[in-house]
């Protein structure tokens, strides 16, 4: 069963395309929040946090005492580097499958903030695991003028033609938690294989022997295959592997 997003992610959303899209233009003013709130059928608290989510991003600014203001986007595709490094703010494209468990939500903030502190923000496409929603999310961030894209990729053994042709045309690309082999696209992941085997000798040092490994299915992906790989060809006892198209969404206190 399909998660219903938060009222507030729904407004962010729809003011988000309407700002992107010149629908509000650049330097117009918002409606009011009671306005809006009335508009939607939402309550004041949800119109406020959809409201901090695009200032928070660089979309908006709010003043005191004057109202809401849509920001200045500087999306000229013709800018040289040194402008680039001038205008303000810019935008940086994050296509994801999803951030509603605890790491996706630690790695987005930690992405956010350092994007904000060198002058950028964020506009956040999700995939929901989707390689067709994940090409098409790309293309719409490229048609909005994104100076740069961090992409964490769906599971798949194919790799995104997008993606391939974003290296090849020298586009500014960095992916998640995924290593392209032969593929000269800068990364940042963890040692996956290491992070196997040590989880892996930890419950073997306790004393369990029949030892399952859940995962959504791995199919061709790279550090997948890492994880799964550490088991058979670094420890030197028999395990019982079992396979489960199927992963927990995190692993807290509560699960």
């Known amino acids: 069963m399909a998660i219903e997003s938060p009222l ?3 407004i962010y959303l729809l003011l988000r395309d309407e700002i992107l899209s010149g629908k509000i233009a650049s330097g117009e003013s918002l409606p009011p929040e009671p306005v809006l709130s009335q508009r939607y059928g939402v309550s ?3 119109t406020t946090r959809a409201l901090q989510i695009l200032s928070e991003q660089g979309l908006i ?3 005191r005492g004057k109202g809401t203001f849509v920001r200045k986007l500087a999306f000229n595709k013709e800018e040289t580097p040194g ?11 994050y296509v994801v499958p999803n951030f509603r468990d605890t790491y996706g939500i630690e790695l ?18 999700r995939t929901y695991g989707d390689p067709d929603r994940e090409q098409e999310a790309i293309r719409r961030l490229l048609e ?9 990729p769906v599971n798949g053994k194919y790799y995104n033609p997008e993606i391939l042709r974003l290296s090849l045309e020298k586009f500014p690309v960095v992916l998640v938690d995924r290593l392209l082999p032969r593929i000269p696209i800068p990364s940042f992941t963890t040692d996956n294989r290491m992070a196997a085997y040590l989880l892996t000798e930890h ?13 959504h ?10 994880r799964y790989a550490a088991t058979p060809r670094r420890i030197a006892m028999q395990t019982y592997l079992s396979h489960r198209n199927s992963a927990p969404r995190s692993f807290q206190k509560q699960n």
Do not use: M
Not at 86 to 93: A, C, H, L, R, V
Not at 144 to 152: A, D, F, R, S, T
Not at 203 to 215: D, E, K, T, V
Not at 217 to 226: H, N, S
């Open 144 to 152: 909005l003028g994104v100076k740069g894209l961090i992409v964490y």
């Open 44 to 46: 004041r608290i949800t």
């Open 61 to 63: 600014v709010r003043i």
């Open 108 to 125: 987005f903030s930690g992405i956010e903030c350092a994007v904000s502190k060198r002058g950028g923000f964020l506009i956040v496409e």
């Open 83 to 93: 402008e680039l490094a001038e205008s303000s703010p810019k935008p940086i494209g």
């Open 203 to 215: 419950l073997l040092q306790c004393g369990h022997r029949n030892i399952a490994f859940l995962a």
């Open 8 to 10: 507030y992610e729904k």
């Open 217 to 226: 299915a791995i199919d061709g992906t790279a550090t997948l295959e890492d």
